[in-house]
């Protein structure tokens, strides 16, 4: 991966390092950033800007995308001299303070989402790939979701004799066509194993188009669990009992994943960047570097975890609930074999990351976050009912440390997308104090 190094001589008074961080700081404003995007642009590039969402990770590399007017524009903050255009690739304008932009769906590592975009060469693609073939008389995509780089989920409608009311698809584009690969596979097994007296369900695939790196599955209706937590009342409790009852039928499944997502590899991960995060901003990277130490030092404390089909990404927004019981699990390109306390934790966190952001912003009371942590408790004594937690004692623990790890996973995501944003520390600090339950001093 390129370095992302300052071009030239830092300014008088300031490092290398603290001169790189305001370059990034300065493409994170929209009010900056807006002008120069409208400028490069055009008339589609006018009407306001905003930061949609940001990757920043010192010395590697900073992707911000921005709406602008009516596009939506992946930025890259350029290495070397801010001008300097991408070897062998196509003109695309760079702007101040050196961001090469590059307007959806031109996006140079998702090579099949403009395909995706195309009426026409999409609705070639689905009739020689959807089962039963047939003409696709008419086709149209909107996006549901796009993450620089990494992937796009596009919804799908298409028309033909064999759908003539119109059929609704979902077809995800990736940047590897080895993932988009692995992710067909496993989407295909999980179905064909999963307990048919369970309420656990996922979303069919239909086609995998190996050259465009795309998979196409069967859109789900239904109410996603997060929507359901924002409502008060008692149905949020019930949504999360009936999501903890779907994990636990999950992790009940058999292994069909060849994935191994280990949690060594990820808390070197931590350690790494966490000590590059302290070279550009030392007050946030010395309480990332020290939950990473910390991590690392009570991991063996833990004894061995069960190993299982997990997830992988498992939080609110992975949950359909349809009808009365059925729960649709999404989303499982992380899916792969590890410890289910890992998928437990991960959901937990994501619960108290809600709490966190909400009372830093003045949505939420104090009392009300000590009501969204009574949830939490509902949920995993809910997992561990339905996962036999007794047959092992040690799960409860695994789960409590991993929520910390969680934590730190998403205190370093809160610092690439918002370097200073105060909920680095407070997800830090909370990731302490799971870590603090299991005893030892800091």
């Known amino acids: ?42 008339s589609a590039g006018r009407g306001g800007c905003a930061v949609l969402d940001a990757k920043y990770e010192p010395g590697a590399r900073c992707t911000v995308l921005y709406r602008a007017g009516d596009l939506l524009v992946r930025g890259d903050l350029l290495a070397g001299h801010p001008g300097d255009p991408p070897p062998g690739g196509p003109a695309r304008p760079v702007v101040a303070p050196g961001v090469r932009l590059s307007v959806f769906p031109d996006d140079p590592d998702l090579p099949g989402l403009a395909g995706a975009l195309d009426p026409s060469a999409l609705r070639g693609a689905l009739r020689d790939a959807l089962p039963g073939g047939g003409p696709v008389l008419r086709c149209r995509a909107e996006l549901l979701r796009y993450r620089p780089a990494r992937r796009a989920t596009l919804a799908v409608e298409v028309r033909g004799p064999a759908a003539p009311r119109g059929r609704r698809l979902v077809v995800k584009s990736y940047h590897d066509g080895r993932k988009a690969a692995a992710v067909a596979a496993e989407a295909v097994l999980l179905p064909a194993t999963a307990d048919p007296d369970a309420p656990l369900r996922f979303a069919p695939v239909l086609a995998h188009l190996p050259d465009r790196a795309l998979v196409v599955q069967e859109h789900v209706r239904g109410i996603h669990l997060d929507e359901v937590l924002r409502r008060s009342g008692p149905a949020p409790a019930d949504a999360l009992r009936r999501a903890a009852v779907a994990l636990a039928a999950l992790h009940r499944q058999p292994v069909v994943s060849r994935r191994t997502r280990t949690v060594d590899a990820e808390l070197d991960r931590f350690a790494a960047r966490a000590r590059r995060v302290a070279g550009v901003a030392p007050a946030a990277g010395a309480v990332l570097v020290d939950l990473a130490a910390r991590l690392a030092a009570t991991a063996d404390g833990l004894g061995p975890g069960a190993v299982a089909l997990v997830h992988g990404d498992c939080k609110p927004s992975q949950f359909l609930l349809r009808g009365e019981r059925e729960v649709v699990l999404l989303d499982l390109d992380s899916c792969g074999r590890a410890d289910p306390a890992g998928d437990v934790g991960t959901f937990l966190a994501t619960l108290r990351q809600h709490a966190l952001r909400a009372l830093l912003a003045r949505r939420l009371t104090p009392a009300a976050a000590r009501a969204r942590a009574a949830l939490a408790e509902e949920f995993l004594d809910a997992y561990l009912a339905a996962a036999g937690g007794t047959r092992d004692p040690g799960l409860r623990r695994r789960i409590t440390w991993y929520e910390a790890v969680a934590l730190e996973r998403k205190a370093l995501r809160c610092f690439a997308r918002a370097p200073r944003s105060p909920l680095t520390g407070a997800l830090v600090a909370a990731g302490h104090g ?3 339950r299991l005893g030892g001093g800091r």
């Open 1 to 42: 991966m390129t370095r992302l190094d300052l071009p030239g001589a830092p300014a008088r008074g300031t490092t290398g390092a603290t001169a790189q961080l305001r370059r990034v700081e300065e493409a994170l404003d929209a009010r900056a950033m807006g002008p120069r995007l409208a400028a490069a642009l055009g």
């Open 434 to 436: 799971r870590l603090d």
